[in-house]
């Protein structure tokens, strides 16, 4: 099983509408999590950090569901420039790991004006 | 947010010859850094953990002889693609674990470097 799973997607909506991703991982004990965004042929940037009580930064939300190990990230209002691929990301955080990060494949988002 | 920087950003070799890329973290001291492999349409592959002053810890299935990493500094990491083939094309991205104040650690990444073997 794959230390981190998201929806494939692609996801294709239209500018203001409500987009929503999930994202699931296995080892019980990661401690951070994160969205990470990639546009194409560039490295992944931080987004925004994922805290236990859910977190907002504008028109992205965040939350955490340590007792599913799920993860979600959803946006309002998209924009033609949200267009990339998100990527959720858990840290290992397990002996000689620490620190490590797991990438998910990520889930392509493309807003159409 | 803290910067990292990778050179050159794009490579194109042939086969055979060895490449190196660096990693510098611009602005911050990085004990740990990351080395990533990424093919088109996959996912960040983590190839090695490199600490300063010490061995770099190298994942499952990466060779360590073919892949050298150097970590000499607080601020420069080197990954040399030994005898490079075209399977080894792919995107190359380091990152930088810095920590914060309240224990907190994020990843920041660098540009990435392309590399093409002929």
């Known amino acids: 099983r794959k230390e981190v799973e998201q929806d494939p997607g692609p996801f294709n909506v239209p500018e203001g509408a409500t987009v929503a991703f999930n994202c699931t991982y296995s080892?019980?004990?990661?401690?951070?999590f994160f969205w990470y965004r990639q546009d194409c042929r560039k490295e992944p940037k931080l987004l925004m950090s994922?805290?236990?009580s859910g977190n907002e930064d504008g028109r992205f939300t965040a939350q955490l569901n340590r007792a599913s190990q799920y993860i979600s990230l959803l946006i309002r209002d998209s924009k033609l420039s949200d267009s990339a691929t998100y990527l959720c990301?858990?840290?290992?955080?397990?002996?000689?790991?620490?620190?490590?990060?797991?990438f998910g494949r990520g889930t392509q988002l493309t807003v159409w004006p | 947010g803290a910067v990292v920087s990778q050179h050159p950003s794009r490579v194109i070799c042939k086969s055979g010859t060895s490449v190196k890329i660096e990693c510098r973290s611009l602005?911050?001291?990085?004990?740990?850094m990351f080395w990533y492999r990424q093919f088109p349409k996959q996912s960040l592959m983590l190839m090695a953990t490199s600490n300063e002053g010490s061995k770099a810890t190298y994942e499952q299935g990466v060779e360590k002889d073919k892949f050298l990493i150097n970590h000499a500094s607080l601020t420069l990491s080197t990954l040399t693609v030994t005898s490079a083939h075209p399977e080894d094309s792919s995107f190359y991205i380091c990152?930088?674990?810095?920590?914060?104040?309240?224990?907190?650690?994020?990843?920041?990444f660098g540009p990435g470097t392309r590399l093409l073997v002929l």
């Open positions: 990152s930088a674990r810095l920590s914060g104040l309240a224990g907190e650690e994020t990843q920041y």
């Open positions: 990301v858990v840290n290992g955080n397990r002996g000689s790991t620490l620190g490590r990060l797991y």
């Open positions: 994922v805290y236990s």
């Open positions: 602005d911050f001291q990085a004990t740990t």
């Open positions: 080892n019980s004990a990661s401690q951070s």
